[in-house]
C-alpha cells in the first residue's frame, strides 16, 4: 500500500534547528504515520528517534513516542504516535503542524557533534556508538590505554575553539577512505552520500544532526575509558554540569 510512496523529505538534514513545520499524512498504518515531509529524526547511527507532538487542524494533539527509517525502504520515515482507542483515527490526506521536543533533540546534536570531536582525537576504528539525552559513548578498536584526563582536555579545547560545522553531498565512491565506522555502510539516500565535517578537524560520512558551531557543545568530561574486549575501548561522556 505504500508502494505508491517513494519517500518523507527529510527536512532535519538541511534544517536541523527547525522546531516546528506543517506536513500532510500520506499513510496511516495501525499507530505509525507516514508524512510527505518531516523535522522528526529517525533512529540511526546511534542516535535516538525523535519525540514531539502532531496537531491536527481540529486541535487534537498526537504524541510521538519514536521516529525510525521503514526497513525495507528507508527513505520512508514512519511516526510512532501514542493511540488512545476513544479517538477517530488520523487518515491520510490531514495536515499536521509538527513539533519536535527540541531540548532533547539539541542535546542529541551537541553530543552526537562532540562524539565527531572525540573521533578525531582516536586514530581507530569505530566499532560502537550510542548518543542519549545526557551522555554518549563511542567503541573503538584500539589495544592502547588512553588517559581520560587527557581526552577531556582536548575535547573541551576543540570545544572552545568555536570550529564551524557543515555538511555537503557527495558520490559514494568518493569516500571510502573517509569512513570510520567498520561494519556499518555509510548512508546512500537518493545516490548521494551526505558528508559531515568539523573546520580542520573531522570529516566523515554521517546522517545524524549537528550543531553548527563546537562552541555550543558546551564543557564535556571524559567519565570513562572501559576496555569491553582485546580490541574494543568504550569512551563515555557527559557533560560537566551533569558530574558538578
Ligand atoms: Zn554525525
Redesign the pocket.
Known sequence: MTAAIKSTEPCFNDEPYTRALEATILHVDGDQLLLDRTIFYPTG?GQPGDTGTLTLADGRQLTVTDTARDPDNPELIWHRVATDDTDDAPHPGQAVHCEIDWDRRYRHMRM??C??LLCSLIDAPVTGCSIAADKGRLDFDLPDPVDRIIVTEKLNHLIHQGLDVRHFYTEPESIASLVRTEAVSPPVLQGAVRM?EVTGTDL?P???T?VQNTREIGPVICTKIQKKSKTNRRFSLTWQDNVA
Do not use: K, P, W
Open positions: 547511527g552526537h557533534t562524539l565527531h559531515v566523515q554521517c546522517g545524524g549537528h
